[in-house]
């Protein structure tokens, strides 16, 4: 929570020449009232009387402050003279030495969430296992993104990376050959290895670790199971299993070309290689039994088994899993065309569009029906896919006129509603700093858990917006959603496994279309600007504090 200083009436009677501005110091934001041409001496006593603690950091050196310039809206340095104006922000830049003191150690106490809570006290490791080609890393790296939309410490520790960065990737099939006792024990020491630095990292503040190799063997899971226990780390095995052949084929396909084991190597010799190194692991593989908690997967999402799942994040992380498959389709996201209120600068209200905005409408339907296909998708199993695009928008006016002229099917959905910014609602962020200073200075602290008065924050639009998640990830044909910018900056965030701390600065153009194709091992994103006709009026000078939500 940011601390905010509050202050008397009796302050806000400045003289004409002088303004308000607001220093910030770490998480600390405090109001100040300085002359427009204040020199920096001024500005380095007006932070030392603010914040007496940091004037035992610069007694044999100056301080750093910046601002963002008013014009250019770069994040400047200030010098001697800066141009102030009214309401801006001036922040003091920490020294490093200071910084690394200052920072807490990652313990229960600090960890804040949308997905943990403390209902999660023991930390967590899920360890993947199934023969190669099964998609485990695949599974592995789904659930890392969704740990990361959540906000939970997670990392992933790959078994086949750390043999790849000390024994090299040149290792042929019969390397992996049970029987080969000199390969068996390489890989051995290899799984230690990544077990040591992940009970290392959890014990070091970690909460989540995902243990990504092939684990097919009952003695090789005792042993990782006798390891976290002792250190008090809760297991969860994952285990991928493939009856469908064509999704095995269709694996071993895409290993051959972007496998680094298979780097410069022959793609049709890498193939046979591969199914011969599945082959070596098929001589002792061993399903988890139903004495240890797992989850298995059948034909990557076809069918999910559950046992002994006792872990509250465990049990989220199951239900994301449930909704998983591999059928390429595109999401696109858009922001609603320009509306009354982007004119003048106000946040919520229900505002309708402009006549760019319209011309937006027009676009946004033209481009859909040039260039969205109603294709069968393939699946697995041999069964096709539903066809066609279906059109997702807030219930806001300016959303759903957006969408108006796309002759698709539509839905329109409360969890896709503009963050709610409650008292300061139709508000400018001006009129919010002169009105409600105090409120604009939090905000400016934190504007991650920031929660306007009697509205929401970044974070609670974030948690409202995990059923969309989910049902984004279950959809197998093309989607287009039409929203707001903190809702298409949290479905950005997820898609590009975005930091949460940089969640509400992810710069999202708007009368621009953001198509998302979710692959094997990530997700590609390509920004498709529409041209709109009609020219934009002239909008009033902003504030470079008003600029995003």
Not at 60 to 79: C, K, L, N, W, Y
Not at 297 to 302: A, K, S, T, V, Y
Request: include cysteine; hydrophobic fraction near 40%; aromatic fraction near 10%.
């Amino acid at each position: 929570m940011a601390m905010v200083e509050t202050v008397s009436p009796v302050l806000e009677q400045q003289p004409s020449d002088s303004i308000t501005v607001f220093l910030k110091c770490e998480e600390s934001v405090k109001r100040y009232v300085l002359y427009a041409d204040a020199t920096f001496s001024e500005i380095a006593t007006a932070f030392f009387t603010k914040f007496p603690k940091i004037r035992a950091y610069h007694s044999t050196t100056r301080p750093v402050f910046t601002m963002v310039a008013q014009e250019s809206q770069d994040h400047i340095e200030i010098g001697e003279s800066p141009s102030l104006y009214a309401n801006c922000m001036i922040h003091y830049k920490v020294p490093a030495d200071q910084l690394r003191k200052s920072q807490p150690k990652l313990s229960d106490a600090t960890v804040t969430s949308v997905g943990y809570f403390a209902f999660q006290k023991q930390k967590l490791a899920f360890v993947m296992v199934g023969l190669p080609g099964r998609g485990k890393s695949f599974i592995a790296r789904k659930i890392y993104r969704y740990l990361n939309w959540v906000g939970v410490p997670r990392a992933i520790f790959n078994v086949s990376d750390y043999r790849r960065s000390r024994l090299g990737h040149t290792q042929k099939h019969d390397f992996f050959n049970p029987e080969n006792s000199e390969g068996h024990r390489a890989l051995l020491h290899m799984a230690i290895a990544a077990l040591d630095e992940m009970l290392n990292w959890l014990n070091q503040g970690g909460r989540v670790a995902l243990y990504d190799g092939t684990n097919t063997t009952k003695d090789r899971r005792d042993m990782i199971l006798r390891r976290c226990e002792a250190e008090n780390v809760q297991v969860v095995f994952v285990e991928s299993i493939c009856p469908d052949a064509a999704v095995v084929e269709k694996n071993i396909q895409d290993t051959k070309y972007t496998s680094p084991d298979y780097a410069n190597v022959d793609p049709e010799e890498a193939a046979r290689d591969f199914r011969q190194r599945i082959a070596n692991y098929e001589k002792t593989y061993q399903t988890v039994g139903d004495d240890q908690p797992y989850v298995k997967i059948m034909d990557l999402g076809r069918q999910v088994i559950v046992n002994r799942i006792e872990s509250y994040v465990a049990s989220r992380v199951i239900h994301f899993l449930m909704n998983l498959h591999i059928s390429p389709r595109p999401i696109y996201i858009t922001l609603h065309g320009q509306s009354e209120y982007n004119i003048s600068g106000k946040l919520g209200g229900d505002p309708a569009l402009t006549p760019m905005g319209d011309d937006y409408a027009h676009a946004v339907a033209d481009w859909v029906e040039q260039n969205v296909k109603s294709r069968p998708l393939t699946m697995s199993m041999n069964k096709v896919a539903p066809t066609g695009l279906t059109v997702w928008t807030s219930t806001a006016k300016r959303a759903v006129c957006t969408a108006q002229y796309i002759n698709h099917p539509k839905l329109s959905l409360r969890s896709l509603d503009d963050m709610d910014v409650g008292m300061c609602d139709s508000m400018s962020q001006d009129e919010i700093a002169e009105a409600m200073p105090d409120e604009f200075a939090a905000r400016a602290a934190n504007r991650l858990r920031y929660r306007y008065p009697k509205g929401e924050s970044y974070m609670d639009v974030m948690a409202r917006l995990e059923p969309v998640i989910f049902e984004l990830e279950r959809h197998r044909t093309p989607v287009l959603i039409v929203a707001h910018k903190p809702v298409c900056r949290a479905l950005y965030k997820y898609f590009m496994d975005i930091d949460l701390d940089d969640y509400p600065f992810i710069p999202l153009k708007q009368h621009t279309i953001y198509e998302f194709v979710p692959m094997a091992y990530g997700c590609t994103v390509k920004a498709i600007k529409l041209p709109v006709k009609t020219a934009a009026p002239p909008a009033p000078p902003a504030a470079p504090h008003a600029a995003q939500r």
